[in-house]
């Protein structure tokens, strides 16, 4: 038997108390049917680590998730925190500590469930640790500050190194999917910053002869995207056009409770759906759990490509299958999507049929 996978798990907030348990009871059900050892290790995170620690990223977390192959983030209602020293955001510390530059966010329509469009299948990869977000920019201090009261000033940070690696990884997504890559910028306006990633994702793409390449400003794919996403598969851009565009993409196919997303970087993927941590339903039994059991889906293909593991890849594919089995035949689908089963009961639908459909 070969070593477990060492996969961490981090409930986060409100309804990841609820939909982080039903990706982790997915993935265990679908790597038990392929023989894939599983060794799970759950951290406290968020504000039950607030209340019984002080912080709500307790010391020690990071160098625990260092040795592991990757982990389960639940949403983190960092809105909502206390104003006090303990109370951070511990997701883009997480991004930063482990560099995890690749943020991707699929988007992607069933023919069974209410969207704008049909016939939607592609994936935004966005820079995840530079670019205008001031927590993120910067080593020291923050990329947002205010000299006077009547002045603020946002600084935006894109490096060659940084969007040469996110261009690369999207030409390799886009290599295993309909090998099209569309690079959305605004060099028009911003000649030296998007200029700059640009000029990366140009030289990148002369390593990828096989991908078709195409660049548009970003004003005109937001259009565009609206009117026919169909017509795009890879999407690359840099952090804040990444974050505004995958929250469209993801209204088109039916909201953020259809929108999963990994943060993959050198040694490292975390699983994080794009959505919050929804306090208002929490406790209800009624959250629907397919972005947070597809974002730890993406997390096994991910850790099936990077170890070359063969089970890992088999259960991320049972999986894939059977949440489209479970969404064709509307089996205990949350209200959300027009169902009345409750989360639970949309888990274990999941699992049963990624157990199934991995035995073959």
Same mark, same amino acid.
């Given at each position: 038997?070969?070593?477990?996978?060492?996969?961490?798990?981090?409930?986060?907030?409100?309804?990841?108390?609820?939909?982080?348990?039903?990706?982790?009871?997915?993935?265990?059900?679908?790597?038990?049917?392929?023989?894939?050892?599983?060794?799970?290790?759950?951290?406290?995170?968020?504000?039950?680590?607030?209340?019984?620690?002080?912080?709500?990223?307790?010391?020690?977390?990071?160098?625990?998730?260092?040795?592991?192959?990757?982990?389960?983030?639940?949403? #983190?209602?960092?809105?909502?925190?206390?104003?006090?020293?303990?109370?951070?955001?511990?997701?883009?510390?997480?991004?930063?500590?482990?560099?995890?530059?690749?943020? #991707?966010?699929?988007?992607?329509?069933?023919?069974?469930?209410?969207?704008?469009?049909?016939?939607?299948?592609?994936?935004?990869?966005?820079?995840?640790? &530079?670019?205008?977000?001031?927590?993120?920019?910067?080593?020291?201090?923050?990329?947002?500050?205010?000299?006077?009261?009547?002045?603020?000033?946002?600084?935006?940070?894109?490096?060659?190194?940084?969007?040469?690696?996110?261009?690369?990884?999207?030409?390799?997504?886009?290599?295993?999917?309909?090998?099209?890559?569309?690079?959305?910028?605004?060099? @028009?306006?911003?000649?030296?910053?998007?200029?700059?990633?640009?000029?990366?994702?140009?030289?990148?793409?002369?390593?990828?002869?096989?991908?078709?390449?195409?660049?548009? #400003?970003?004003?005109?794919?937001?259009?565009?995207?609206?009117?026919?996403?169909?017509?795009? +598969?890879?999407?690359?851009?840099?952090?804040?056009?990444? +974050?505004?565009?995958?929250?469209?993409?993801?209204?088109?196919?039916?909201?953020?409770?259809?929108?999963?997303?990994?943060?993959?970087?050198?040694?490292?993927?975390?699983?994080?759906?794009?959505?919050?941590?929804?306090?208002?339903?929490?406790?209800?039994?009624?959250?629907?759990?397919?972005?947070? /059991?597809?974002?730890?889906?993406?997390?096994?293909?991910?850790?099936?490509?990077?170890?070359?593991?063969?089970?890992?890849?088999?259960?991320?594919?049972? /999986? &894939?299958?059977?949440?489209?089995?479970? /969404? &064709?035949?509307? @089996?205990?689908?949350?209200?959300?999507?027009?169902?009345?089963?409750?989360?639970?009961?949309?888990?274990?639908?999941?699992?049963?049929?990624?157990?199934?459909?991995?035995?073959?």
């Amino acid at each position: 038997m070969s070593r477990p996978l060492q996969l961490g798990v981090l409930l986060g907030d409100d309804i990841g108390l609820e939909v982080v348990p039903q990706a982790v009871k997915v993935v265990a059900a679908a790597a038990r049917a392929v023989d894939l050892p599983i060794a799970w290790h759950e951290f406290p995170i968020g504000r039950r680590a607030l209340e019984s620690t002080g912080t709500t990223l307790p010391d020690g977390t990071l160098d625990a998730l260092e040795p592991l192959d990757g982990w389960i983030l639940g949403p #983190i209602g960092h809105r909502e925190y206390p104003k006090i020293a303990g109370a951070i955001n511990p997701h883009p510390i997480l991004r930063k500590h482990f560099d995890l530059f690749a943020n #991707i966010r699929p988007a992607k329509s069933y023919r069974t469930l209410p969207s704008v469009h049909q016939g939607v299948d592609l994936v935004i990869v966005r820079e995840n640790n &530079e670019g205008f977000q001031p927590d993120r920019n910067v080593v020291a201090g923050s990329g947002e500050f205010r000299p006077t009261h009547d002045v603020t000033i946002s600084v935006r940070v894109i490096t060659r190194a940084a969007s040469s690696k996110v261009a690369r990884a999207a030409f390799e997504l886009a290599r295993t999917r309909r090998k099209q890559l569309a690079v959305i910028h605004k060099d @028009t306006v911003f000649k030296l910053g998007c200029g700059m990633f640009a000029e990366e994702c140009r030289a990148v793409a002369r390593d990828y002869p096989d991908v078709a390449y195409e660049e548009i #400003i970003v004003d005109t794919f937001a259009m565009r995207l609206a009117m026919k996403p169909q017509a795009y +598969d890879v999407v690359v851009t840099t952090n804040m056009f990444g +974050d505004i565009l995958s929250d469209e993409a993801a209204g088109l196919v039916g909201g953020l409770g259809m929108a999963p997303a990994l943060s993959a970087g050198p040694r490292h993927a975390m699983a994080q759906a794009t959505h919050g941590s929804a306090p208002d339903i929490a406790g209800r039994n009624v959250a629907n759990p397919y972005a947070m /059991i597809v974002s730890a889906q993406m997390l096994l293909a991910w850790l099936g490509r990077t170890k070359g593991d063969v089970r890992a890849s088999a259960a991320a594919r049972a /999986i &894939e299958q059977a949440v489209e089995d479970t /969404i &064709e035949t509307r @089996t205990s689908l949350t209200p959300d999507l027009g169902g009345t089963g409750t989360t639970v009961e949309m888990g274990d639908a999941v699992a049963e049929r990624a157990a199934s459909r991995a035995q073959g």
